[in-house]
């Protein structure tokens, strides 16, 4: 509390002391704060390609029909794939729904609903690989591919096959499997639906491969808000709202229907969405048209996501320079505690992962009451972390004056600050900036961590939008403009700046 | 600038860890305005007494009197040194950064609180009198070292010493320009500055010393006028 309390503006509180209701909160804020990750993809939860700027799938008409159902209005947060009860954990956001796997074991972190869908896992193989993995006792020994996490790789492990997982989108694991370096791929039926089936040259087995539940996720003793999900999804499957969107997805299947009690014959209906992802992605669109007709729509996208990059870039500096300023000061001129400390907290900032302290800052604080904000939690994570660099950057250009320098200030009169101030500083800070611009360059990359704790930076934008739009090579090229525009100008500013401060260096002409 | 009389007594001094002492009980005297050299072998503890003299090293015992200035033995009597008595060091160390006006006015106007206007007018003035009034402007790397020399005479000189010291004043020269540091030395005497210069030159020391100390491993040996 009292560090809470210190944590002044920046820091709130802890929001939901166990007890409090949920579900009168969300009817209070008027809106269902549910957490998902776009970079799974279709047909959950992801851009549309035809609109990247918004957000579509199964779950999300399932998130908005849920949230009527309450009196509320949907609103999505973003939030990475297998941190999803963690953020909920932490108040991120009221639910997770995201094809999240009914299992025991995470029944000690979160609440769960009532299943909403059923999936059986579904093989897929190149068609034309004649010794490809057709039953679950082939693929002892083949690699296959699947989802890090999830039911499909327990079941691939349990078969003894050479399970490939990859933490990317689900496109990457069917590309590798057309490419010849998997044999096979397990999956959900709705990913092998949308990602697997719908390239001509892959397969997809029905088979009894096994099956997964997907279910809600509420805080931890949030039984009023998981009931009133459980009546809400009931009136969904009852009234038949629920089916139509199933199979608008083209996701109707018998299992489902067994799960909703739900006997009337299939409709027939049309998978209008299905189709449409079909005519977006299905076949790959020549450059030119991708240029025209797709790039333009995703730029305020990656507008959006270079602005926050951008944000997060200099925030961090701002914290890393008068940091690391110090720190070299202390360390270089500091009496012997104070050295040590510097050099202590440098060595540790420097042993350990951003990714580690990064995830200490935002999820490990709020265990001693001191919940951040993202934005915040990532600036000050990387701004912390460069600190360190930072300072032994300075710490060099202090050590490449002489030290006769300090001597003949000194010798004039000058005290040690100003002698910093006039003489040293001016001269280390010329030495200090290649080392420095890097290091800001490092920190632009680095910011793209921050997609762990819920922003949709340059790289989360991309990623996103790769996986939705199946397209990795073109919107990298894309991505990788706009990080060029981001540190390009930054290195030319440097070495201008360089170069007027060696202004003396240059030899008579 | 006023000069003043350099009285030393009973200055001691030992390196960190050393077994002997670097200066050993040295005590003279330099009347204010006169040009005094201190010779001797290298390791004889010339610069060791110049770096005191100039409140670089912190001496063990003895006084240092610049005047009516009396620094004591100790870290904050060392300090008292700094600005009154000016050093010309042996590598010159004028600040690369900044230009020979900006040299010559930085402690003037951050440690004396001397107008810029005044400092530069005042500046400009040492740089004429040095022969350096055209190059008022030019960075230390354009200089040659008789040049920076001067500029590093010029900024000391800048403080208004009462006393100002050289270290080994013609180690880093031209061997037939050497004389032109003789005529540098009657410019600063004219001005009323007492100095105090060590060299291993002795020929040098000779033709322009008043009093010549000579060191012997951190003991004075002789003063022979």
């Known amino acids: ?509 | 600038m006023t000069a003043a009389a350099v009285t030393v007594t009973g200055l001691t001094h030992r390196h960190r860890g050393a077994a002997a002492p670097t200066l050993d009980d040295v005590a003279f005297t330099v009347p204010a305005g006169a040009l005094a050299a201190v010779v001797g072998a290298s390791g004889s503890g010339k610069t060791t007494l110049l770096r005191c003299l100039a409140g670089l090293e912190v001496p063990a015992r003895g006084t240092i009197a610049i005047g009516a200035h009396t620094a004591a033995a100790g870290r904050s009597g060392a300090a008292t040194l700094r600005g009154r008595v000016g050093l010309v060091f042996q590598t010159f160390e004028l600040f690369p950064h900044l230009t020979v006006l900006e040299n010559c006015v930085l402690a003037p106007i951050t440690v004396r609180r001397i107008a810029r206007a005044e400092a530069e007018t005042a500046a400009r003035a040492l740089l004429d009198r040095l022969g350096l009034a055209d190059k008022a402007d030019a960075h230390p790397q354009r200089l040659s070292g008789g040049q920076c020399q001067r500029v590093a005479i010029a900024r000391a000189l800048a403080m208004a010493p009462a006393c100002l010291l050289y270290d080994e004043p013609t180690s880093a020269l031209d061997p037939a320009r050497k004389g032109e540091v003789l005529d540098v030395l009657a410019t600063v005497r004219a001005g009323g500055v007492t100095q105090i210069v060590v060299s291993h030159d002795e020929a040098l020391v000779a033709r322009v010393a008043d009093h010549v100390f000579r060191l012997d491993a951190g003991r004075l040996t002789a003063e022979p006028r």
């Open chain 1, 1 to 509: 509390m009292a560090l809470a309390l210190a944590g002044g503006a920046w820091a709130t509180a802890a929001e939901s002391p166990p007890g409090d209701d949920a579900l009168a909160r969300i009817q209070a804020a008027g809106e269902l704060r549910w957490g998902a990750d776009a970079q799974g993809g279709a047909p959950y939860v992801f851009q549309d390609p035809m609109d990247p700027n918004h957000l579509i799938g199964f779950e999300v008409e399932l998130a908005t029909a849920l949230a009527a159902e309450l009196g509320v209005k949907a609103r999505p947060v973003q939030g990475q794939w297998d941190m999803l009860l963690d953020l909920l954990g932490r108040g991120d956001f009221d639910v997770a729904l995201n094809g999240i796997e009914v299992a025991d074991e995470k029944l000690r972190v979160a609440g769960l609903t009532r299943p909403y869908y059923v999936a059986p896992e579904r093989l897929t193989i190149r068609r034309d690989d004649a010794n490809a993995p057709r039953t679950l006792a082939d693929v002892r020994g083949r690699a296959v591919g699947t989802l890090p996490g999830s039911l499909a790789e327990r079941i691939l492990r349990r078969a003894g096959a050479e399970v490939r997982t990859y933490d990317g989108g689900q496109n990457e694991i069917y590309a590798d499997l057309l490419l010849g370096r998997t044999d096979a791929v397990l999956l959900d039926a709705p990913i092998s639906l949308y990602y697997g089936e719908i390239e001509p040259a892959l397969e997809g087995i029905a088979g009894d491969f096994g099956e997964v539940r997907y279910a809600i996720a509420v805080p931890l003793g949030e039984q009023r808000l998981q009931a009133a999900l459980d009546a809400a999804i009931g009136t969904l499957a009852a009234d038949g709202r629920l089916r139509a969107l199933y199979e608008r997805w083209g996701l109707w299947n018998p299992e489902t229907a067994a799960l909703l009690g739900d006997t009337r014959p299939g409709s027939g209906a049309v998978a209008e969405a299905l189709e449409a992802w079909r005519t977006a992605v299905g076949k790959p669109l020549p450059l030119l048209e991708r240029l025209r007709d797709r790039y333009p729509r995703v730029l305020p996208l990656f507008l959006r996501g270079a602005l926050l990059t951008l944000a997060l870039s200099f925030v961090a500096m701002a914290l890393a320079v008068p940091l690391g300023v110090v720190l070299a000061l202390l360390r270089k001129y500091g009496a012997a505690p104070v050295r040590w400390l510097a050099t202590a907290y440098i060595e540790f900032v420097r042993g350990t992962p951003l990714l580690v302290q990064l995830i200490m800052l935002y999820f490990g604080l709020p265990e001693l009451g001191v919940t951040l904000d993202p934005f915040v939690a990532g600036a000050l994570a990387l701004g912390l972390n460069y600190a360190a660099a930072e300072a032994e950057n300075y710490r060099a250009g202090l050590e490449s004056v002489p030290v006769g320098q300090l001597e003949a200030s000194w010798s004039l009169g000058l005290s040690t600050l100003q002698a910093l101030r006039h003489v040293i500083g001016p001269q280390a800070v010329r030495v200090a900036i290649p080392p420095a611009t890097n290091d800001f360059i490092a920190l632009l990359k680095d910011s793209s961590l921050v997609s762990l704790v819920t922003l949709t930076e340059l790289t989360k934008t991309y990623l996103n939008l790769a996986n939705a739009m199946r397209d990795h090579l073109g919107l990298g090229l894309l991505v990788a403009l706009w990080y060029l525009a981001i540190g390009l100008p930054f290195s030319w500013l440097a070495r201008r700046a360089e170069a007027r401060l060696g202004r003396h260096l240059r030899t008579a002409g």
